[in-house]
């Protein structure tokens, strides 16, 4: 049976680990979709494109492994794109496959033909077309690391119509396969070589020679040159608050890790994003009300995983001289509406993991500033009641 370049990206998939795929079926892709479904991926047809790339979101926060959608040409690709901002916002690891009209016909009014790189560039961390099948490997190969790497966030693959189907098809659509007796004038000929030797480099490589190989998850970075300071703050602070958000919560697998880990520190902490629900609903660290006035009252405000935005008051609500740590995989999120005593460009949840070592037991008096806190809880929870 002929491969194509759908067959080699279902390949290359399966090599990573993926296991759904999400679409909205469309002609400008049907062989990515055969691809993967031969490989055992399961296709799942939605009902619009935007579904299709929440869905791939949604894998990709609750597994950590990257999503995968894939979408057909033009109105496809634009309709992805409050999904596609919506992953950037999140920070989620996400690949979006998009079709696209044929190389030769590009710019030329072809169907759904249009500028698709500069319509997603400025909300994916790359935007890449596959322009030969020698292409296919490197470019999804990077995609896939790109979309993990320092700060996560979506991908965006063009997949060209020609480049997909079969070689010996294609052909036959260009005229670039000889036709015995055919005859033709100089401008005629002069067409048809272009369109063979165009064909000739999309196909420059051999299907059966692309041997897509295992890729592994790297391990993001732990800056262990912050932890002894970190620990120092932590050590002489009175009332020290942890504020936990999503990016702590990129490798969900270990999510029973970071559990520990809090309770080890023994700091009360606010769980925002995909941190909520990580110590269970009776955690005694654990504060759900009153985070504003938590935040005034603090003497240390140590921010793990997200930026100091709305849910913050931005930075307006920190006690005066406070102390902030910032541990972020993001330059500008770690800055963002403060000036951190202590910012530190990490990973959040190795960070609180390593830092949960250093210490080697929370100081008696954070008990205090905890039934604090608890009961500032409570009194909300009563005035809820009462009005419900």
Same mark, same amino acid.
């Given at each position: 049976?002929?491969?194509?370049?759908? @067959?080699?990206?279902?390949?290359?998939?399966?090599?990573?680990?993926?296991?759904?795929?999400?679409? =909205?079926?469309?002609?400008?892709?049907? #062989?990515?979709?055969?691809?993967?479904?031969?490989?055992?991926?399961?296709?799942?047809?939605?009902?619009?494109?935007?579904?299709?790339?929440? &869905?791939?979101?949604?894998?990709?926060?609750?597994?950590?492994?990257?999503?995968?959608?894939?979408?057909?040409?033009?109105?496809?690709?634009?309709?992805?794109?409050?999904?596609?901002?919506?992953?950037? *916002?999140?920070?989620? #690891?996400?690949?979006?496959?998009?079709? &696209?009209?044929?190389?030769?016909?590009?710019?030329?009014?072809?169907?759904?033909?249009?500028?698709?790189?500069?319509?997603?560039?400025?909300?994916?961390? *790359?935007?890449?077309?596959?322009?030969?099948?020698?292409?296919? =490997?490197?470019?999804?190969?990077?995609?896939?690391?790109?979309?993990?790497?320092?700060?996560?966030?979506?991908?965006?693959?063009?997949?060209?119509? @020609?480049?997909?189907?079969?070689?010996? =098809?294609?052909?036959?659509?260009?005229?670039?396969?000889?036709?015995?007796?055919? %005859?033709?004038? *100089?401008?005629?000929?002069?067409?048809?070589?272009?369109?063979?030797?165009?064909? @000739?480099?999309?196909?420059?490589?051999?299907?059966?020679? *692309?041997?897509?190989?295992?890729?592994?998850?790297?391990?993001?970075?732990?800056?262990? +040159?912050?932890?002894?300071?970190?620990?120092? $703050?932590?050590?002489?602070?009175? %009332? #020290?608050? $942890?504020?936990?958000?999503?990016?702590?919560?990129?490798?969900?697998?270990?999510?029973?890790?970071?559990?520990?880990?809090?309770?080890?520190?023994?700091?009360?902490?606010?769980?925002?994003?995909? &941190?909520?629900?990580?110590?269970?609903?009776?955690?005694?660290?654990?504060?759900?009300?009153?985070?504003?006035?938590?935040?005034?009252?603090?003497?240390?405000?140590?921010?793990?995983?997200? #930026?100091?935005?709305?849910?913050?008051?931005?930075?307006?609500?920190?006690?005066?001289?406070?102390?902030?740590?910032?541990?972020?995989?993001?330059?500008?999120?770690?800055?963002?509406?403060?000036?951190?005593?202590?910012?530190?460009?990490? @990973?959040?949840?190795?960070?609180?993991?390593?830092?949960?070592?250093?210490?080697? +037991?929370?100081?008696?008096?954070?008990?205090?500033?905890?039934?604090?806190?608890?009961?500032?809880?409570?009194?909300?929870?009563?005035?809820?009641?009462?009005?419900?």
């Amino acid at each position: 049976m002929e491969l194509n370049s759908g @067959d080699i990206i279902g390949q290359v998939l399966r090599k990573c680990g993926i296991t759904y795929l999400f679409t =909205l079926c469309g002609g400008h892709i049907s #062989p990515i979709l055969a691809g993967a479904k031969k490989e055992g991926i399961r296709v799942i047809d939605v009902r619009d494109e935007a579904n299709a790339v929440f &869905a791939a979101d949604a894998v990709a926060r609750i597994t950590g492994i990257p999503g995968v959608a894939v979408v057909t040409a033009g109105p496809g690709v634009t309709n992805s794109i409050t999904a596609l901002k919506n992953a950037q *916002m999140a920070q989620s #690891p996400l690949i979006l496959l998009g079709g &696209a009209a044929p190389t030769v016909l590009k710019n030329r009014g072809a169907l759904q033909d249009i500028d698709q790189l500069a319509l997603v560039k400025s909300i994916v961390k *790359m935007a890449v077309p596959i322009k030969r099948n020698c292409d296919i =490997l490197p470019v999804l190969e990077q995609a896939y690391d790109v979309c993990r790497s320092g700060v996560p966030g979506p991908v965006f693959v063009e997949c060209p119509i @020609d480049l997909l189907y079969n070689e010996s =098809l294609v052909r036959e659509w260009y005229g670039a396969k000889p036709e015995v007796g055919r %005859k033709g004038g *100089m401008r005629s000929k002069l067409l048809e070589y272009y369109l063979k030797h165009h064909v @000739d480099q999309m196909f420059a490589c051999e299907f059966e020679e *692309m041997k897509p190989g295992e890729y592994s998850i790297r391990s993001p970075d732990l800056n262990e +040159s912050m932890v002894l300071k970190a620990a120092d $703050l932590l050590a002489t602070a009175k %009332k #020290p608050l $942890l504020i936990i958000g999503s990016q702590a919560l990129l490798q969900p697998d270990k999510a029973d890790n970071l559990a520990d880990a809090i309770s080890s520190l023994g700091i009360p902490v606010f769980l925002t994003g995909m &941190a909520r629900g990580l110590l269970g609903k009776s955690h005694s660290l654990l504060r759900r009300h009153q985070r504003r006035k938590a935040l005034t009252d603090a003497d240390l405000v140590f921010i793990a995983g997200m #930026p100091c935005d709305f849910r913050l008051n931005y930075g307006r609500s920190f006690g005066p001289g406070a102390k902030i740590i910032s541990v972020n995989r993001s330059k500008v999120d770690l800055r963002l509406n403060c000036r951190p005593d202590l910012p530190i460009l990490s @990973d959040p949840f190795l960070f609180l993991c390593a830092i949960s070592e250093t210490l080697s +037991s929370p100081p008696l008096n954070w008990k205090a500033w905890n039934h604090q806190l608890q009961q500032n809880d409570e009194r909300h929870e009563d005035f809820i009641l009462k009005r419900s």
